[in-house]
């Protein structure tokens, strides 16, 4: 069974302010808990790619990767992994040592000898995407943090036509918040499936309307955009009957070209813009 996306964000980096990181945490926490794990990118989980950012716990018997961009090691590799839980009560201390992280020293020997001497509590729970050794690990709350998404809704896939940029082109700018889209299909009749739209942007409402002529427009959508990232529209049995169509949104966010699925009424041929292709 395929299945596709119909919604997903694009969470802010973690501010500098540090009177702002508790709310930004647990936000993150809310949207974890109510949809699941999320995307993060962050140093990978071994000292050749994260060298002094790594670190092996052994009071607890796991690994910690505390990014805080000082990592004595000009190759990191970077790594793609979930977040699928915390820990608030996580505690690690270790010393830096030469590039790498070293448990073999006290506080006091580790600063003696001109080290940097790391300890904090809490720590996101965080699952490798490769590997046995190290399925799962931890990442500090301290660590630098300014690449995560997630998957709010999905659904079974209904569609036979992908429409995007490559059909269609900037019909008017009504004013500076509304932008029109005009789709250009062939002349066999379409039901809309699902119409894409990714934000660049937040904090802003949005209203999406569709037409078959440019002129009388359905009202699909009208919601409060809170992140970034894609959400989808749909309505129930309305059918695109002409060769072109037309995406209209309100919003003071900017926003890329929308992405339209739709299902044949009566015919087999599926076009695919994505690949260039008719079937």
């Not at 995406?247 to 009566?266: F, Q, R, S």
Request: glycine share 8%; with cysteine; charged share 20%.
């Amino acid at each position: 069974v395929d299945y596709v996306v119909t919604d997903y964000y694009i969470y802010p980096a973690k501010p500098e302010n540090t009177s702002q990181v508790l709310s930004w945490q647990n936000g993150l926490k809310e949207l974890i808990y109510q949809n699941g794990a999320a995307y993060i990118s962050t140093v990978g989980p071994q000292v050749s790619s994260a060298g002094a950012c790594y670190y092996y716990n052994s009071s607890s018997s796991s690994y910690l990767v505390h990014y805080d961009g000082n990592c004595g090691n000009s190759s990191l590799g970077w790594h793609a992994m979930q977040i699928i839980g915390w820990d608030d009560n996580y505690s690690y201390e270790y010393c830096k040592v030469n590039g790498s992280a070293d448990g073999g020293f006290t506080q006091s020997t580790c600063e003696s000898n001109g080290y940097e001497w790391v300890s904090g509590t809490g720590a996101w729970i965080l699952k490798n995407s490769w590997g046995s050794l190290k399925t799962y690990l931890y990442l500090s709350y301290d660590s630098i943090i300014d690449n995560v998404a997630g998957v709010r809704g999905a659904k079974v896939a209904d569609f036979d036509n992908r429409y995007n940029e490559k059909v269609s082109y900037y019909e008017k700018n009504v004013n500076e918040n509304v932008k029109v889209y005009k789709f250009y299909k062939n002349d066999d009749e379409e039901k809309l499936s699902q119409i894409n739209i990714k934000y660049n942007g937040y904090n802003a409402n949005s209203i999406v309307s569709i037409s078959n002529d440019g002129v009388n427009y359905t009202e699909i959508g009208n919601h409060f955009v809170e992140l970034p990232g894609m959400r989808s529209y749909t309505l129930d049995n309305y059918n695109l009957s002409n060769n072109n169509f037309y995406i209209k949104v309100e919003t003071l966010i900017a926003i890329d070209v929308p992405a339209v699925l739709t299902k044949n009424v009566n015919t087999d041929v599926k076009i695919d813009t994505y690949l260039d292709k008719v079937q």
